[in-house]
Each structure stands twice: as structure tokens, then as C-alpha cells.
């Protein structure tokens, strides 16, 4: 397996004992995880993606985290994922939806 040049962490709430719980997960998260998986295979980027447990950032969520950015998005839905992921097309930020 070769690195890949991004890695996507979504939150899912996961708790010791691994129960989802919070509010990333209540708002669909686990959802993101498929549309961006597709998205990155349709747009051909070298990108990975896995669910984490709580980032502690409830209120901002769902929660998505790019590396090796480290850019943070809150309130994330599928219209924001395009935007994350056109600007990763070019190695950027999208910078209006970082928090």
C-alpha cells in the first residue's frame, strides 16, 4: 500500500466501549463516509478516509478533518464535502468553511 497524499478523518461520536453517541453521529456522519469514499474514487484523488471517535467539537458538528492540512470543517453536509474536495484537487484549504 503506498501513503496516501490525504487522509480524511470523520467524526462519529464514538465513545469508550464503542458506542456512537453525540452529535456528529445523530446528524447523519456515518452517511459522509460513503459519499466521500465515492467521491474520492470518481474524482481519482489519493485520498484514504476513517471514522474516529469524538473530536470534542459537538457543536461544530459533523466534523471533518483533512491531514496533512490539519484543516478543520464543522457542520458538515454533502455540499461541503464537494467543496473540501474540489479545493483538495489542488492542494488547498477551502478556506471559507474552515473552523
Same mark, same amino acid.
Given at each position: 500500500?503506498?501513503?496516501?497524499?490525504?487522509?480524511?478523518? !470523520?467524526?462519529?461520536?464514538?465513545?469508550?466501549?464503542?458506542?456512537?453517541?453525540?452529535?456528529?453521529?445523530?446528524?447523519?456522519?456515518?452517511?459522509?463516509?460513503?459519499?466521500?469514499?465515492?467521491? =474520492?474514487?470518481?474524482?481519482?484523488?489519493?485520498?484514504? !478516509?476513517?471514522?474516529?471517535?469524538?473530536?470534542?467539537?459537538?457543536?461544530?458538528?459533523?466534523? !471533518?478533518?483533512?491531514?496533512?492540512?490539519?484543516?478543520?470543517?464543522?457542520?458538515?453536509?454533502?455540499?461541503?464535502?464537494?467543496? =473540501?474536495?474540489?479545493?483538495?484537487?489542488?492542494?488547498?484549504?477551502?478556506?471559507?468553511?474552515?473552523?
Amino acid at each position: 500500500m503506498h501513503k496516501p497524499d490525504f487522509h480524511i478523518f !470523520v467524526c462519529n461520536s464514538f465513545r469508550v466501549g464503542g458506542d456512537p453517541q453525540g452529535v456528529c453521529n445523530r446528524k447523519e456522519a456515518t452517511s459522509l463516509l460513503q459519499y466521500i469514499e465515492e467521491e =474520492i474514487l470518481d474524482r481519482g484523488l489519493n485520498a484514504m !478516509v476513517s471514522s474516529t471517535g469524538c473530536l470534542k467539537l459537538c457543536e461544530k458538528g459533523p466534523v !471533518v478533518v483533512v491531514y496533512p492540512g490539519g484543516w478543520w470543517y464543522g457542520e458538515v453536509d454533502e455540499g461541503k464535502i464537494d467543496a =473540501i474536495l474540489d479545493a483538495m484537487e489542488s492542494s488547498q484549504p477551502a478556506e471559507e468553511l474552515l473552523i
